[in-house]
């Protein structure tokens, strides 16, 4: 009967491995950081890893596939930088700073020009 369970586990796993490598990874620009913060929060949910990125207590393995998952979609100039945050919820909140700041500061630029005229 364990055994049983062990070839579910692994049919389930190897499953989940290849719908895994079929996923679409958004690449992360300076202006798409809702449609990709969107697609990856879906990836992640269809892994089963959305938690990683919302709570800090998450399986190791699991955080770091999440975190994996992550830099597949971000430029390369980010990864050292994702790679050094102790949680994938650290890196997914870098990025959303790092993104929703700059549109922030764009905002704001662009109220001061349409106030100078």
């Not at 913060?37 to 770091?64: F, H, P, T």
Request: glycine share 6%; proline share 2%.
């Amino acid at each position: 009967m364990g055994d049983a369970s062990g070839k579910d586990k692994d049919m389930m796993e190897r499953a989940w491995n290849q719908a895994a490598r079929n996923l679409v990874w958004p690449m992360l620009t300076r202006t798409n950081y809702q449609e990709w913060s969107a697609l990856v929060q879906c990836n992640l949910e269809g892994m089963y890893l959305l938690d990683a990125i919302e709570s800090d207590k998450v399986e190791w393995r699991r955080d770091r596939l999440a975190l994996g998952a992550m830099i597949r979609g971000v430029p390369q100039d980010m990864h050292s930088m994702l790679l050094n945050k102790k949680l994938a919820k650290d890196a997914w909140e870098a990025i959303k700073s790092m993104r929703l700041g700059a549109e922030r500061v764009k905002e704001v630029n662009a109220q001061r020009l349409l106030a100078e005229f």
